[in-house]
């Protein structure tokens, strides 16, 4: 049995006492083990500060840029084998694999690119200076400089690789040591990098730090310079945004959590057009890819009253040609869900949102899997739901489903009722809205572009080239208000300000200005 090790102190150490099964969720059949029971969190925290940040914060940004690229480096020549691991431990198709993976040195590489971008120094300029004095002499100015703690990234169990990576990107970029923990049921795939990434030598001692299972008491030692950006679910993030350390300090909080994403389709839209098509084809891999359980993945799904027929046989023939099973095989294009607590959390949830409309295709557990055993695995089929008179305070505005489901209701047709109807779901980290019609794209896009991160146009000029709303660009932020955290990372050069201080600097030009970088 294979005994995963947390990466601390510039050491492997090995957890004592129980240990967490990870399984293969098509077999159920345990691959490995971890815990972190008698690692020492205090120090741990202490180690990544005092060592690896004195280490990072004496490289430029462009040293951390290089940096960066040897990491993305190093993941991308074991892509194959990483990919097998995702297929092992994670219930991931390899197509649902490459995107974790392809995601994590993707992510990487594009704030290797930045890092070239900015200054080659340690301090970021921010905006431009102003004049506060009678003369030009008097002069004020903005910087952003690492904080001088540690990052404390917890990871959702759905992207072992991107999440361990975005996040590590950004704040290896803007100078913070990171101390990073991954979902322990799928946590195969992130220790399996966070030891490639130790074995290449790219970064110096202590920049990265893995805790390979349960957090224990390492909340409890954050301070003032430290920072903890958390993904999974809303009530975990509420769990740590309260946590003793966090509030008795301050500690910068960001948190990703659930999220009821939409897609909208404008009443222009004509059945069979370039964006109808694209339309269908983002709802139908929302519920496929990564068998659903994607944070961006869109759950409601809106359409004119006069097309909800339409759509739902037009998504119903999608659905059907889906072929669920053991994703080690090469014809599965869905896996299972990837723990035995998500089957039993879809399942119920499909419940509840059944209370609140219809299911028109889904055998909910009855599945025959391709490659496996009836009755053995966490596998769910594909859902589809209609809701015919949709109301705020239903199931479906209200609680995330994370597995292969989706529901079509019906709007009458204008931009602003749309808008009104996704903005029922309480803040989302994207949705998109599909049609030509510039009047109907102001009213629905504007309104509903509030209660978002991010929002996806999808009209027929860029049909052939749109990028998925379920696709996370790093240079593009992601988050969302409300339900979806209230949170924001990545963004290009925006993603850097969590992890760093922005301070105001006010005296003579000359010397604020050579401070600040803008003069040698
Ligand atoms: P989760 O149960 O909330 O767990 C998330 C992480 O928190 C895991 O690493 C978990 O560790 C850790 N955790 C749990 N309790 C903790 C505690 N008391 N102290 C410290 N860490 C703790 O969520 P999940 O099931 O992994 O992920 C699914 C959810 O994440 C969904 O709701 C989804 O919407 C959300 N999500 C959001 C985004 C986004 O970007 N907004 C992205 C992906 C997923 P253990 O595994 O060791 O318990």
Same mark, same amino acid.
């Given at each position: @049995? %294979?005994?995963?090790? /947390?990466?601390?102190?510039?050491?492997?150490?090995?957890?004592?006492?129980?240990?967490?099964?990870?399984?293969?969720?098509?077999?159920?059949? =345990?691959?490995?083990?971890?815990?972190?029971?008698?690692?020492?969190?205090?120090?741990?925290?202490?180690?990544?500060?005092?060592?690896?940040?004195?280490?990072?914060?004496?490289?430029?940004?462009?040293?951390?840029?290089? %940096?960066?690229?040897?990491? /993305?480096?190093?993941?991308?020549?074991?892509?194959?084998?990483?990919?097998?691991?995702?297929?092992?431990? $994670?219930?991931?198709?390899?197509?649902?694999?490459?995107?974790?993976?392809?995601?994590?040195?993707?992510?990487?590489?594009?704030?290797?690119?930045?890092?070239?971008?900015?200054?080659?120094?340690?301090?970021?300029?921010?905006?431009? $200076?102003?004049?506060?004095?009678? /003369?030009?002499? &008097?002069? $004020?100015?903005?910087?952003?400089?690492?904080?001088?703690?540690?990052?404390?990234?917890?990871?959702?169990?759905?992207?072992?690789?991107?999440?361990?990576?975005?996040?590590?990107?950004?704040?290896?970029?803007?100078? @913070?040591?990171?101390?990073?923990?991954?979902?322990?049921?799928?946590?195969?795939?992130?220790?399996?990098?966070?030891?490639?990434?130790? =074995?290449?030598?790219? %970064?110096?001692?202590?920049?990265?730090?893995? &805790?390979?299972?349960?957090?224990?008491?390492?909340?409890?030692?954050?301070?003032?310079?430290?920072?903890?950006?958390?993904?999974?679910?809303?009530?975990?993030?509420?769990?740590?945004?309260?946590?003793?350390?966090?509030?008795?300090?301050?500690?910068?909080?960001?948190?990703?959590?659930?999220?009821?994403?939409?897609?909208?389709?404008?009443?222009?839209?004509?059945?069979?057009?370039?964006?109808?098509?694209?339309?269908?084809?983002?709802?139908?891999?929302?519920?496929?890819?990564?068998?659903?359980?994607?944070?961006?993945?869109?759950?409601?799904?809106?359409?004119?009253?006069?097309?909800?027929?339409?759509?739902?046989?037009? &998504?119903?023939?999608?659905?059907?040609?889906?072929?669920?099973?053991?994703?080690?095989?090469?014809?599965?294009? %869905?896996?299972?869900?990837?723990?035995?607590?998500?089957?039993?959390?879809?399942?119920?949830?499909?419940?509840?949102?059944?209370?609140?409309?219809?299911?028109?295709? +889904?055998?909910?557990?009855?599945?025959?899997?391709?490659?496996?055993?009836?009755?053995?695995?966490?596998?769910? /089929?594909?859902?589809? &739901?209609?809701?015919?008179?949709?109301?705020?305070?239903?199931?479906?505005?209200?609680?995330?489903?994370?597995?292969?489901?989706?529901?079509?209701?019906?709007?009458?047709?204008?931009?602003?009722?749309?808008?009104?109807?996704?903005?029922?779901?309480?803040?989302?980290?994207?949705?998109?809205?599909?049609?030509?019609?510039?009047?109907?794209?102001?009213?629905?896009?504007?309104?509903?572009?509030?209660?978002?991160?991010?929002?996806?146009? $999808?009209?027929?000029?860029?049909?052939?080239?749109?990028?998925?709303?379920?696709?996370?660009?790093?240079?593009?932020?992601?988050?969302?208000? +409300?339900?979806?955290?209230?949170?924001?990372?990545?963004?290009?050069?925006?993603?850097?300000?969590?992890?760093?201080?922005?301070?105001?600097?006010?005296?003579?030009?000359?010397?604020?200005?050579?401070?600040?970088?803008?003069?040698?």
């Amino acid at each position: @049995m %294979m005994e995963l090790k /947390s990466y601390v102190g510039g050491k492997w150490v090995a957890g004592t006492g129980k240990h967490a099964a990870l399984v293969n969720p098509a077999t159920e059949e =345990e691959i490995a083990r971890a815990s972190t029971e008698g690692v020492d969190m205090k120090a741990a925290l202490s180690f990544a500060r005092d060592v690896g940040g004195k280490s990072l914060r004496a490289m430029t940004f462009r040293q951390r840029g290089e %940096m960066l690229r040897a990491m /993305s480096k190093a993941i991308h020549a074991k892509r194959d084998e990483l990919i097998g691991l995702a297929v092992q431990n $994670g219930g991931n198709t390899r197509s649902d694999g490459k995107f974790d993976i392809d995601g994590a040195w993707g992510t990487l590489a594009a704030y290797a690119d930045l890092a070239a971008e900015l200054p080659d120094g340690h301090v970021l300029p921010d905006g431009d $200076g102003v004049q506060l004095g009678r /003369s030009p002499r &008097l002069w $004020g100015d903005h910087v952003f400089l690492p904080r001088v703690g540690a990052a404390v990234h917890v990871n959702a169990f759905n992207f072992p690789a991107w999440g361990l990576a975005e996040k590590a990107a950004t704040a290896l970029l803007a100078g @913070m040591p990171v101390v990073s923990k991954p979902a322990t049921s799928t946590g195969l795939v992130a220790h399996r990098i966070v030891e490639l990434l130790v =074995e290449s030598g790219a %970064m110096p001692e202590g920049a990265l730090s893995f &805790l390979c299972a349960g957090a224990g008491d390492l909340l409890d030692h954050v301070g003032g310079q430290d920072v903890l950006a958390f993904t999974g679910g809303s009530s975990t993030g509420q769990l740590l945004r309260a946590g003793k350390g966090v509030i008795a300090h301050s500690v910068r909080v960001n948190v990703e959590a659930d999220s009821l994403n939409a897609a909208v389709l404008g009443p222009d839209v004509e059945v069979g057009s370039d964006v109808w098509n694209l339309f269908l084809a983002d709802v139908a891999r929302d519920v496929q890819q990564k068998t659903g359980q994607k944070c961006t993945a869109i759950r409601r799904v809106y359409a004119p009253k006069d097309r909800v027929a339409e759509v739902v046989d037009a &998504l119903k023939e999608r659905l059907s040609a889906i072929k669920v099973g053991d994703p080690s095989h090469a014809d599965v294009t %869905m896996g299972p869900v990837a723990t035995a607590q998500q089957k039993r959390d879809v399942l119920a949830g499909i419940d509840k949102l059944a209370s609140a409309g219809k299911v028109v295709f +889904g055998t909910g557990a009855d599945v025959t899997p391709i490659g496996g055993q009836k009755g053995k695995g966490f596998f769910v /089929s594909p859902t589809l &739901l209609v809701c015919e008179a949709p109301s705020a305070a239903d199931a479906i505005h209200n609680h995330e489903v994370f597995g292969p489901v989706a529901t079509v209701m019906p709007y009458d047709g204008t931009g602003a009722r749309a808008a009104e109807l996704v903005s029922w779901g309480g803040g989302g980290l994207v949705s998109s809205v599909y049609s030509d019609d510039k009047e109907f794209l102001a009213q629905a896009v504007l309104g509903l572009a509030p209660f978002h991160g991010r929002v996806t146009i $999808g009209s027929s000029k860029i049909a052939a080239q749109a990028v998925p709303p379920g696709t996370v660009m790093p240079q593009l932020i992601h988050g969302g208000p +409300g339900r979806a955290g209230g949170g924001e990372e990545l963004g290009g050069r925006r993603g850097l300000a969590f992890y760093m201080q922005r301070v105001a600097l006010q005296g003579d030009r000359a010397i604020v200005e050579a401070l600040a970088g803008r003069r040698a």
